[in-house]
């Protein structure tokens, strides 16, 4: 016998309160309802928080606009400790801020910041003293950057080409321009200007001949001189610091920067080894007589894995091992004029920050906050509960779409269990369909502490994944036992968890179509996990304990097949002779749906299989006696108990498409998350559960005590889960041999035991009662009581009657 999975699941999820209140009276109710409110996890990938530049009091910055990522929203200076400044500039929707395109911002020196934002027009603002002076550059003059004062301009050559460098300055209210030499018959590049600051600017030429290299503009002389001859301009940086520049290029694999002092150009440069084997193009910044890198990474097509940003590394100058600065960090790094870099980053989105980083009193750069970035709210998509146990997928709170879980209890100890991760991807996975395996997919839980999700393989089949409570992971296919069929797939095929109740689950199509296909899988088949059963064409199918529950054979009737006898019972006449295309199921009652889509707003309702009578329920979701409605018209989350009157869960003030909203089948919870947010509340439903009961079981009948498995085992699958759960073993005097707690997980309770009485001898041989008791959990309805018989064999041969 292949038992159930162990572990009591509540044991490992550790408990935490979670406060929130949200009462509401149902008829019948003696108080208001409890609830709990659960707090949205954060974003794995940290604000986008770009620096463009800074001065020794503030930096010029944008930050990721919320509910509207990736958009960047306007440039501003922000003060160190003070309050941001919105620049008078247009803002591009991304991380875009070059010296030839729509807009450039630069800090130029000191807390000066210069806009080029208009053809022709250059503003540089003071944001010290709030003075702003503004360049209109000469006709037939294009910008090449603000630096210190000057502002630096090209015009065209005879040939057309805008190779000729012009510097220019405003003195006594006019502008002067200063012609550049120094090239000597080079000429420079369109991209010429690869970095720069008050005292000097890199400029990228090439000779006629092919040849190529980088020169520095003194802006003081208006004189180019060579520093970096066979250096490239194509994507390369340059970054100046009091008393170093740097030079990279990731052209033709290049891996080396390469490093001058300022006061002596002219001598050999320093190389240091930036690695190939991280992902990105390394960025540079100068700090000391440190280099620091991080690295600007693009994301692929079809590579769905979210990073939080490169390491920030510095590497001395003069040789020695790296330091790692930061854990990650954002790709743009800012030169603070008279030393330091300002850059973003932090260990994880939760201590992202703006920093900047300066020598420290050993030498070396030392990072030091200057405001925190806070976290952007994850992105819930789906979320599931079952006997307490809530399981939500989150699409972007870990580096790909995952699982996650927490145990819920309501009344007097309320609390909201910690969050644990239940289900990812190996962050090695690589194409789409393995990376995405858990986006948007709902997980349903089947009442024993495993959940299962409908999904498709890398291959894109349809498959249904199953997620103990132990961390194991198995993938039944929804292939057709006896033909070998596969799901069909395709826009008109989309498989999903249409029920499931302990070892029995309903994946695949929805039942609207004649094509459609649903699988019953029985996650304790010998062998494992396997497709059982297949059914096609329209009719849904649900399952609650061993009884499929399906259309009848006579229009308007339901029956119900026993999975483990084959035994099928039908039902009298319950609709208006529709065919079913939907059904639930919890407890007692079955819910049944013509036309789920709504079109038609009558055709549905739920059966008690107890009583055997059919009843109107609005249309919705159910629960153990209730059924969940969201009203688009008002915005109402609302609950009708079966028989009684609506109330409302929460009016919200506008809901377009509606909260995520799920029922506890296995208890008395209501669970949902408003449109567009990932904080969850979970209410007492205010209804009282049906009485617990066994629903499904594997018990041995018989243990030889002397065998390779002497053990008696015995699981019971249970209507909601149990506490105290015991059982007490009589001979057939009735005397009790022994008794012992049970393992109780979700809605379900193990028990193994080796034959052996509290003084350590085996029972007699012959045969034996066992009852299995305990108190419902929610405190409704009367104790759990199953008995049963089971003979041992091989332990002591009795000496009198048993």
């Not at 919320?66 to 003060?79: D, E, I, V």
């Not at 420290?360 to 994850?378: L, N, S």
């Not at 006896?482 to 069909?488: A, L, S």
């Amino acid at each position: 016998m292949r038992p159930l999975i162990r572990g009591g699941l509540a044991t490992t999820l550790a408990l935490a309160a979670a406060g929130g209140a949200l009462p509401f009276l149902l008829p019948g109710a003696q108080a208001a309802t409890s609830s709990l409110t659960i707090p949205a996890p954060d974003r794995f990938k940290p604000v986008a928080n770009p620096v463009y530049g800074a001065g020794p009091g503030g930096v010029v910055e944008r930050t990721e606009v919320k509910g509207q990522s990736p958009a960047l929203g306007y440039y501003r200076w922000t003060p160190d400790g003070g309050t941001p400044v919105d620049l008078p500039v247009s803002s591009p929707y991304d991380d875009i801020n070059t010296i030839d395109g729509a807009s450039h911002v630069s800090v130029t020196s000191g807390n000066v910041v210069a806009i080029h934002d208009f053809p022709g027009r250059v503003k540089v603002m003071d944001m010290t003293s709030g003075t702003t002076t503004t360049y209109t550059l000469p006709t037939g003059h294009f910008y090449r950057g603000v630096f210190g004062s000057a502002v630096l301009t090209a015009t065209r050559a005879a040939d057309g080409a805008k190779d000729v460098l012009h510097v220019l300055r405003m003195a006594d209210g006019q502008l002067t321009d200063t012609l550049v030499t120094g090239l000597n018959g080079w000429v420079a590049e369109d991209a010429m200007t690869l970095g720069g600051d008050d005292r000097s600017v890199a400029i990228s030429y090439e000779h006629p001949d092919g040849t190529r290299g980088v020169g520095l503009l003194d802006l003081a002389t208006a004189r180019v001189t060579p520093v970096f001859p066979g250096a490239t301009g194509t994507n390369a940086q340059v970054v100046f610091s009091d008393a170093y520049v740097a030079w990279y290029s990731p052209e033709g694999g290049n891996t080396t920067a390469r490093v001058l002092p300022r006061a002596t150009p002219e001598a050999a440069d320093t190389k240091l080894e930036l690695g190939s084997d991280g992902e990105g193009t390394p960025r540079l910044g100068l700090v000391g007589d440190w280099l620091l890198t991080t690295r600007q990474f693009t994301q692929s097509g079809g590579d769905f894995l979210v990073r939080q940003g490169a390491p920030l590394t510095a590497l001395p100058i003069a040789g020695g091992a790296p330091r790692t600065l930061l854990e990650h960090a954002g790709r743009r790094m800012a030169q603070v004029p008279g030393g330091g870099v300002a850059v973003t980053g932090g260990a994880s989105a939760e201590d992202w920050a703006v920093r900047r980083i300066s020598v420290g009193d050993d030498g070396a750069p030392v990072p030091r906050t200057v405001r925190e970035v806070a976290p952007k709210e994850g992105n819930l998509t789906q979320l599931s509960i079952t006997a307490g146990h809530l399981v939500t997928a989150e699409s972007d709170t870990t580096y790909l779409p995952a699982l996650f879980q927490r145990q819920i209890i309501l009344g007097a100890a309320q609390s909201a269990g910690e969050r644990s991760l239940l289900a990812r991807p190996d962050a090695r996975t690589t194409g789409e369909a393995a990376q995405r395996v858990y986006d948007h997919r709902q997980p349903v839980g089947t009442g024993d502490g495993r959940t299962v999700v409908a999904t498709t393989d890398a291959d894109g089949a349809q498959v249904l994944v199953v997620l103990g409570a132990d961390g194991t992971t198995t993938v039944v296919p929804a292939v057709d036992p006896q033909t070998g069929e596969k799901m069909p797939t395709g826009s008109g095929h989309y498989s999903g968890v249409r029920s499931a109740s302990g070892r029995y689950v309903v994946f695949g199509d929805s039942g609207r179509g004649a094509e459609d296909r649903q699988y019953v899988v029985d996650l304790d088949a010998p062998g494992g996990p396997k497709v059982v059963r297949v059914h096609q064409g329209q009719g849904g199918l649900a399952v609650w304990g061993t009884k499929l529950w399906m259309p009848g054979d006579t229009d308007g009737t339901l029956q119900a097949v026993d999975l483990k006898s084959g035994e099928t019972t039908a039902t009298e006449q319950i609709t208006d002779g529709c065919l079913p295309q939907q059904l639930q199921t919890a407890g007692p009652w079955v819910y049944w749906d013509c036309y789920p889509s709504g079109s038609i707003s009558s055709g549905h309702g739920v059966y008690n299989t107890q009583t055997q009578q059919s009843l109107y329920a609005p249309r919705g979701t159910l629960g153990d006696g209730y059924v969940v409605v969201y009203d688009r018209d008002r915005a109402q989350l609302n609950l009708t108990p079966i028989g009684d009157a609506t109330r409302t869960i929460e009016a919200f003030a506008s809901q377009y498409n509606g909260p995520l909203v799920e029922a506890d089948r296995f208890g008395g919870a209501v669970a949902y998350a408003k449109e567009g947010s990932a904080r969850i509340t979970v209410v007492d439903s205010g209804v009282a559960a049906s009485q617990v009961a066994e629903i499904e079981s594997r018990v041995e009948r018989s243990t030889d005590l002397k065998s390779a498995d002497a053990v008696w085992d015995a699981d019971w699958q249970l209507s909601k889960p149990v506490t105290d759960a015991r059982v007490t073993v009589r001979n057939k005097t009735g005397r009790a041999v022994f008794t012992g707690s049970a393992k109780e997980y979700a809605a379900a309770v193990s028990f193994s035991w080796d034959g052996r009485t509290d003084d350590g001898r085996y029972v007699n041989d012959g045969t034996y009662t066992w009852e299995l008791t305990g108190t419902p959990a929610d405190g409704s309805g009367g104790a759990l009581k199953v008995t049963g018989t089971v003979a041992f064999s091989s332990g002591q041969r009795p000496l009198t009657r048993n």
